[in-house]
């Protein structure tokens, strides 16, 4: 594979959202970088490109990731990028800010929802019907709803679209009541299923590959941080609370 055809793939697998300071629209260099990205990399869009913390540097960026580019348009440098005064992850901050406004753009009506009487908090949860701790984590949905966490359910089958686990999810989707067949299905228990529209279930299998989540459970928080694995629902409440606090902060 050559380092055009990595690098490209890298980008394919996320959405877009802007990083640090725009430079105006104006700025040549800006304009020779953005062309040269729409030349070389088209599935990422010389739109991408915006100013970055660094001068001499853009940011590129689509989802969760996140790299940077020299003015000159010869370097291309991706890792993260760490404010050392105030001891900041700035490229984990923008891959916050971009699952966010993934999961943001996915409405209820998309997702499998689990809601508690009195919302307090609402988490996007990448689940597969058949992974251990994912089962585990919804074995103990009451306790999570007791803890006021809303759950919005998308279905990611980890095996991709051959997978035993995504014909699964597809009919959890098409069955009339999608939390009941979800529960079952994590039973390994029947339920019953009608024919449907599916491609909801590929539209929840990119957005998790968007948000960079690499197993499951993936649990994406009110502040867009990413947590892969299971998490108790007391620990779980506690974790949201934080992120609540230093919101308001």
């Given at each position: 594979m050559s380092r055009t055809t990595s690098v490209s793939y890298s980008f394919l697998i996320i959405a877009s959202m802007v990083s640090g300071p725009v430079f105006a629209a104006e700025d040549p260099a800006l304009e020779e970088v953005r062309?040269?990205?729409?030349?070389?990399?088209?599935?990422?869009?010389?739109e991408n490109v915006n100013g970055s913390p660094v001068d001499g540097w853009?940011?590129?960026?689509?989802?969760?990731?996140?790299?940077?580019?020299s003015a000159d348009g010869?370097?291309?440098?991706?890792?993260?990028?760490?404010?050392?005064?105030?001891?900041?992850?700035?490229?984990?901050q923008a891959r916050s800010q971009s699952r966010l406004k993934l999961i943001s753009s996915v409405s209820d009506d998309?997702?499998?929802?689990?809601?508690?009487?009195?919302?307090?908090?609402?988490?996007t949860v990448f689940t597969d019907v058949?992974?251990?701790?994912?089962?585990?984590?919804?074995?103990?949905?009451?306790?999570?709803?007791?803890?006021?966490?809303e759950i919005r359910y998308m279905l990611y089958p980890?095996?991709?679209?051959?997978?035993?686990?995504w014909s699964t999810s597809e009919n959890v989707w098409c069955a009339r009541d999608r939390n009941s067949a979800l529960t079952a299905a994590k039973l390994?228990?029947?339920?019953?299923?009608?024919?449907?529209?599916?491609s909801m279930i590929s539209m929840h299998y990119k957005t998790g590959q968007n948000v960079g989540l690499?197993?499951?459970?993936?649990?994406?928080?009110?502040?867009?941080?990413?947590?892969?694995?299971?998490?108790?629902?007391?620990?779980?409440?506690a974790r949201l609370q934080q992120v609540q606090q230093s919101a308001a902060n």
């Open positions: 062309n040269k990205i729409d030349a070389m990399f088209p599935e990422i869009g010389g853009y940011t590129i960026q689509k989802g969760s990731i996140v790299a940077y580019i010869r370097y291309l440098l991706q890792g993260d990028m760490i404010d050392l005064d105030q001891q900041t992850n700035l490229s984990e998309e997702v499998i929802l689990f809601s508690p009487a009195d919302v307090k908090h609402s988490i058949e992974c251990t701790y994912c089962r585990k984590l919804h074995s103990q949905i009451d306790d999570y709803l007791a803890e006021g966490i980890r095996g991709g679209p051959a997978s035993s686990s390994s228990r029947d339920f019953e299923s009608r024919k449907c529209d599916k690499s197993g499951t459970p993936a649990i994406v928080l009110e502040d867009g941080t990413l947590l892969s694995g299971y998490l108790p629902p007391a620990a779980l409440a």
